[in-house]
């Protein structure tokens, strides 16, 4: 596949993955990319997973014809897209390694080599010519590891950006770009916000026609979309107007009354309302759903003195990604000591800027005249604002 006219794409689809990084469902597959700069000397932008070695080398060798690569420019360090460096270099064993500082210390750790006789160091803005092409390295710590790179091909105005911009599924996934890639931010990327505004602001003063990423689609029509998004996510903004109720029910009851709540809510003209079973649903859905619209509901019970185990994990996802500038109301339930909302706060104390209804629903067991009411005035609250 033809990228540019000098940039060839030698990436794999990855259709056996289940579990992304060990946690994160792939229905569409994966893709790992990996691109071949062809020029006086020639680069390689970084491998590909451990299983797809023999596939990789075989399509770096065809767009290759006859020719060897010189460099080898690693911008990320983790194994989904640097597991084969030891193969590269066994087989063309006079290419460069072109790296941060930082990753050469990884590359000890997972090889038991930094590569010292092929090493080449580049910090941030530091510039390599390979003919025509005038590469510029860009530091881009913490999106998503400490050692990343991300690189500038001026005479192209092609951006490799690394893991940003990229997303769940194939290459060739035919897919919402937003959905998958939201899951995939803020699953991965999101506790980054600051690291990724600041890799925007330098990105600012460059002219960017193609973006190639690590994972998904290369995006090179109406590039202000993607960035206004990244821009949304890594500040913490609220890309759409809406409500996301996140549930978790034992025997129905808070179920009922979370059904009740996004039926008034839909009555009462709300834009959105997006209903998510903590139990049954993807965590990583519901996280990117939190941070997408301005307004959480969160509705549990008392559990064993706390709250139920899937809230737990729901909300320990959101403040170690540093939830924040958001609308928050609480449905709890609890049948002889109701505690849920008190345990649900506490856990949303260190975060940043949220602000919580005046209307809360307290039920015990199951709806009642009262309860009814309290959900008729939280769906008021939540629609007037
Ligand atoms: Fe796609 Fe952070 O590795």
Redesign the pocket.
């Known amino acids: 596949m033809e990228i540019t006219k000098d940039i060839q794409y030698v990436g794999v689809n990855d259709l056996r993955e289940e579990l992304f ?1 060990g946690q994160f469902i792939v229905p569409n597959g994966m893709a ?1 990319n990996s691109y071949v700069l062809l020029d006086e000397q020639i680069a390689v932008f970084d491998t590909v997973d451990a299983a797809f070695q023999e596939e990789w080398l075989k399509k770096i060798e065809n767009v290759l014809g006859g020719k060897t690569p010189d460099y080898l420019i690693v911008q ?1 360090m ?4 640097s597991a084969n460096i030891v193969a590269f270099i066994e087989k063309y064993p006079k290419a460069k390694i072109v790296s941060s500082s930082k990753s050469f210390l990884m590359m000890k750790n997972y090889f038991g080599s930094d590569f010292s006789e092929r090493q080449m160091v580049v910090g941030d803005g530091a510039s390599l010519h390979l003919g025509k092409h005038e590469l510029t390295f860009i530091a881009a710590p913490m999106v ?2 400490p050692e ?1 790179i991300v690189t500038y091909d001026k005479t192209e105005k092609v951006l490799f950006s ?2 940003a911009f ?1 997303k769940f599924g194939a290459i060739d996934a035919d897919e919402d770009w937003a959905c998958e890639a939201r899951r995939y931010y803020f699953g ?2 999101g506790k980054y916000g600051v690291q990724v505004q600041t890799l925007l602001k330098k990105l600012a003063s460059y002219e960017i026609k193609t973006i190639c990423p ?2 998904g689609p290369v995006l090179k029509d109406n590039l202000e979309y993607y960035l206004r998004l990244y821009d949304t996510w890594s500040s913490y903004g609220v890309e759409s107007e809406g409500v996301l109720i996140a549930y978790t029910s034992v025997y129905g009851h808070t179920k009922e009354a979370v059904e009740l709540l996004a039926t008034r809510l839909q009555e009462k003209g709300c834009p959105k309302t997006v209903v998510c079973d903590l139990a049954r649903s993807d965590m990583a859905e519901a996280v990117e759903d939190a941070f997408r619209y301005g307004k959480l509901v969160l509705a549990t019970t008392t559990y064993n003195g706390e709250i139920f185990p899937f809230m737990r994990e729901f909300l320990a996802q959101l403040t170690e990604r540093n939830f924040q500038n958001r609308t928050v109301g609480f449905i709890e339930n609890g049948s002889w000591a109701p505690m849920a909302t008190r345990v649900m706060r506490e856990k949303l104390e260190k975060c940043k800027n949220l602000r919580y209804t005046q209307a809360t629903v307290k039920i015990l067991s199951a709806l009642s005249e009262e309860s009814r009411g309290q959900i008729e005035e939280l769906a008021d609250e939540l629609c007037k604002e």
Not at 78 to 81: G, M, R
């Open positions: 990084e790992y990320h983790e194994p989904d897209h998503h590891w990343v690394a893991d990229g991965i990327v690590l994972h």
